[in-house]
């Protein structure tokens, strides 16, 4: 027991020194550990309060945590509920002052790609579709003229091709294309 309180005096006496030297090697990790979820790893033994806070793009404090602890902490951020962007966060220390300034961006949910497709002008009324299935699961291809619906075919099998020829269209740049899978992600592809 008695070593252990002589290496907690050791260590909070070589803490005190180094908040008042710059900090060559941080003791403050900001890591994701998930989709916008993330954790702060204080490794340190904190002298008073520990301030965090998160800046939104235009450098205004959305959210303030101050934690009160008088040992290594690591604190779980989900941030989930923030819209997507550029946030900052940064850390202090009663004492010491800025500890840390970390920069995370929250960007959409990475979806996987379970195609892939191409559509190529073959004449001024004629355009050639074709889609390579990555995944096997069945693909429903839709065709919009100026946004409305004239086309729509359920598409199985490993791959897909077929000539599409527009007689009563004024120009094929009015023409797009959708895929979508089974969970109604889709693309919208243009062949100009």
């Not at 550990?33 to 959305?62: H, S, W």
């Not at 941030?79 to 800025?98: I, T």
Request: proline residues 2%; aromatic residues 12%.
């Amino acid at each position: 027991m008695r070593l252990i309180i002589v290496t907690l005096l050791v260590f909070s006496l070589s803490t005190a020194v180094f908040a008042t030297a710059p900090v060559e090697n941080p003791i403050v990790t900001l890591e994701k550990v998930g989709e916008n979820k993330f954790q702060l790893k204080y490794m340190g033994i904190p002298e008073g309060r520990i301030t965090v806070a998160f800046k939104n793009e235009d450098n205004r404090v959305i959210f303030r945590d101050i934690i009160e602890a008088e040992k290594v902490f690591f604190k779980n951020y989900d941030l989930n509920k923030l819209d997507l962007g550029n946030y900052q966060v940064e850390v202090f220390a009663a004492e010491a002052g800025k500890l840390e300034d970390f920069e995370v961006y929250l960007g959409p949910k990475s979806v996987e790609k379970t195609y892939f497709a191409k559509v190529q002008v073959l004449d001024n009324q004629t355009l050639a579709f074709v889609l390579k299935n990555l995944d096997g699961t069945e693909k429903k291809l839709e065709i919009f003229e100026k946004g409305k619906l004239i086309f729509e075919e359920a598409i199985s099998g490993d791959t897909f091709g077929k000539k599409f020829k527009f007689e009563k269209i004024g120009s094929l740049e009015n023409i797009s294309f959708k895929v979508s899978d089974k969970s109604g992600f889709g693309n919208y592809i243009s062949a100009l």
